[in-house]
């Protein structure tokens, strides 16, 4: 029934001709009701009428375009709302945010056009979810991009998780030679117990993210700290398949489909993120150990060194060096081998390291010779702790064939600010020297510079 392209001038048309046409057949109306044909029929009642039908066609359309035009002119400047913004960020790659607030309409109707405003008012919901899931799925990947250090990464991933889920809490687990440890945590009260899960050994075999409600009428012991979840999600972290790690998160409410679909684009780029950090960190580790003791090689542990001695001097703190030699070692290579040579260097190494603390440092310097740098130890803290391992050294032994093997160590130490030095290199310097007293003086003993 369309005669123009213009809805609202067509309706003028149609109303006009109904106008019309009512006036016409009036007339006869009247007469059936009694009133005379000879006053019913006259011309002049005719054009009344008609122009009376004509009027009233034409007053229907203006209160047509009074009541459901301006709706309509409400709906399509809404669309236009939206359409200008989603330019704007296609053009200037802007991250202006269509909220349901700002871009919605009101529906002040039960009919077609309230349904109208309410299916409007949907899309602008799922657009803004959208927008706002792309804007944080553009952060997340900034963020993944810019570290490759396993804390820091976790740190700030755990955060944005949180913060982009609604989530009440977390932790981030990562897997170290099979065992899954904690790199990050918010809100968990005992994270190592939740790490040996069998939700997060599920999650990891089947590759995909595992959703646990919490029933009200479910006690929870203790778990989660500082509030009680109603939904828990295990978060698989993969790459190629492998299993790498994994997050978990709670929420005091039930997770909404945009927060689930949000948390499993976050897991894609987390999966590949962590294993390029991992990578890395392998890296580094081969790059800074000796492949045959397992402790740090001479580069980076220099480095190491520099890097400690600096902070004492800043920090005006001891800090003390301990040089090792393995007595007459060249006489064990010509007599067993350098097969079991390396095998007496690597269980040194190892019974040097469980003497010393976990914050001191154990360089392989040269081919039998350690060193190890230990922060805050002035000289006699290195008295003490070089005979502990001149001892274990002589206790120990190495088995090879139907012999066994026994080797000593001889020790030479210096500490900062007892030797006053201004560089790190004379300090290993006063150090060697006093090994090769000890050496001197008979092995098989620890001499500290005075």
């Known amino acids: 029934m369309r005669i123009t392209k213009q809805v609202f001038l067509d309706l003028a048309i149609w109303m006009i001709l109904f106008g019309l046409l009512i006036g016409l057949v009036f007339p006869w109306f009247v007469i059936l009701l009694g009133v005379p044909k000879s006053i019913a029929i006259q011309p002049g009642f005719y054009i009344a009428c008609l122009g009376a039908g004509a009027i009233a066609g034409l007053a229907n359309w203006l209160l047509a375009r009074l ?3 301006t709706r309509i002119r409400v709906l399509a400047d809404g669309m236009q709302k939206v359409e200008l913004l989603l330019r704007d960020i296609n053009s200037n790659d802007n991250t202006i945010e269509c909220n349901y607030e700002s871009c919605s309409i ?3 109707s039960e009919d077609e056009l309230g349904e109208s405003a309410k299916a409007f008012n949907r899309l602008v919901k799922t657009l803004a979810d959208s927008l706002e899931t792309q804007n944080a799925v553009h952060s997340f990947s900034e ?3 810019g570290t490759l250090e396993l804390e820091t990464l976790a740190e700030n991933s755990l955060d944005m998780f949180l913060s982009h889920s609604g989530s009440a809490g977390g932790a981030v687990f990562y897997d170290s030679g099979g065992e899954m440890k904690v790199a990050a945590n918010r809100g968990i009260k005992n994270p190592e117990s939740v790490a040996m899960s069998d939700h997060i050994q599920t999650a990891l075999k089947k590759g995909t993210t595992q959703r646990i409600p919490i029933p009200s009428n479910v006690q929870v012991e203790g778990v989660l700290a500082e ?3 109603q939904e828990i999600f295990v978060i698989p972290a993969t790459y190629k398949k492998i299993p790498l790690g994994a997050v978990v998160l709670g929420k005091t409410e039930a997770y909404h489909a945009e927060e689930e679909t949000r948390l499993e684009l976050f897991r894609q780029g987390f999966g590949l993120a962590l294993n390029n950090v991992l990578t890395h960190d392998r890296l580094q580790r081969l790059a800074a150990l000796d492949p045959l003791t397992g402790v740090y090689n001479r580069r980076f542990g220099l480095g190491r060194l520099h890097e400690e001695f600096e902070r004492s001097v800043r920090s005006n703190i001891p800090m003390g060096l301990l040089m090792m030699d393995i007595d007459h070692f060249k006489n064990v290579n010509d007599t067993y081998g350098h ?3 390396d095998r007496i260097l690597k269980s040194i190494a190892s019974i040097i390291r469980t003497v010393l603390r976990e914050g001191d440092i154990l360089i392989r310097y040269g081919g039998e010779e350690f060193l190890a740098v230990l922060p805050a130890a002035a000289s006699e803290d290195l008295m003490l702790v070089g005979e502990r391992i001149r001892r274990s050294v002589e206790d120990s032994s190495v088995i090879e064939g139907q012999q066994t093997i026994k080797v000593t160590l001889s020790l030479g130490g210096a500490a900062y600010p007892n030797q006053s030095v201004e560089k790190e290199s004379t300090l290993i310097q006063l150090a060697d020297d006093s090994l090769y007293q000890a ?12």
């Open 67 to 69: 009541v459901v035009a």
């Open 106 to 108: 009101i529906v002040d």
């Open 143 to 145: 963020m993944l991009a």
């Open 227 to 229: 509030f009680r979840p």
């Open 339 to 341: 097969q079991v040579g």
């Open 439 to 450: 050496k001197d003086t008979g092995r098989n003993r620890v001499i500290i510079a005075n």
